[in-house]
């Protein structure tokens, strides 16, 4: 029955244009998203909704995942930043995109840090390394990103992250207040991230120095 939904998703992605890149929905076949899920939800991995993580979090709705990256104009050689590894869902199915790149994917909560790690070891994909953190100060070891996807809602785009952005790159992150966010995709031109609105969404809220909280 899952992988019937899954078929089904993929053509509600075509048949409405949500989603054109076939890169993107070869990554969806091959990273398998029931390995993301708690194993009580298995039969649930791939109904249009988040699923609940440790932690107290969430695995975003597929929909909503193919939607930011599709934003983010990944190119092969792209080195990525995403805050919130959660799963490690959205990063694995950027990592295989970005064959020839790398990601690096920041969570705050140390048991899902480890939760990534392990599912992300499961798909053998190399090019991904998990960090136990505080994202909302970005990854300066790395910087700086061709790209930078934030996973959590926030305030507004923390500062460190636009700085370890790239001229020229892309930045996808939910927006604005605790409950509802307008997903933004902005572009760093010359320092400043040009921005727009990819319509409202509602995403678990960013933690840390630059977050609604700090933990
Ligand atoms: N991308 C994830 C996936 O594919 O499963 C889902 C992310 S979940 C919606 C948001 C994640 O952001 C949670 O795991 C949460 O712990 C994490 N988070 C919140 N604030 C953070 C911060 N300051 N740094 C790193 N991770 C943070």
Redesign the pocket.
């Known amino acids: 029955m899952f992988l019937l939904n899954k078929e089904k998703l993929i053509k509600y992605w075509k048949e409405t244009k949500l989603i054109e890149d076939k890169r993107l929905i070869k990554a969806f076949r091959s990273i398998l998203r029931e390995n993301?899920v708690l194993p009580e939800y298995i039969s649930e991995a791939y109904a249009d909704y988040p699923l609940p993580?440790p932690?107290g979090?969430?695995?975003?709705q597929p929909t909503t995942?193919m939607i930011m990256i599709e934003a983010l104009e990944l190119k092969e050689t792209d080195k990525v930043l995403?805050?919130?590894?959660?799963?490690?869902?959205?990063?694995a199915l950027i990592a295989y995109i970005v064959k020839k790149g790398f990601v690096y994917t920041?969570?705050?909560?140390e048991k899902?840090a480890n939760f990534a790690k392990s599912n992300i070891k499961n798909t053998g994909l190399k090019n991904i390394k998990v960090i136990h953190g505080?994202?909302?100060c970005g990854y300066p070891k790395a910087a700086p990103y061709d790209k930078i996807i934030i996973?959590?809602a926030c305030p507004t785009i923390p500062q460190p992250l636009i700085a370890q952005l790239k001229e020229g790159g892309i930045i996808v992150a939910p927006v604005g207040g605790y409950y509802i966010q307008k997903m933004i995709k902005a572009r760093k031109i010359k320092g400043k991230l040009i921005e727009e609105n990819l319509g409202d969404f509602r995403?678990?809220p960013?933690?840390?120095v630059f977050?609604f909280h700090r933990n």
Do not use: P, R, Y
């Open positions: 993301f993580i932690g979090q969430t695995i975003s995942v995403e805050i919130g590894a959660g799963s490690g869902w959205c990063a920041v969570e705050i909560i899902l505080d994202g909302s996973t959590a995403f678990v960013l933690k840390g977050g």
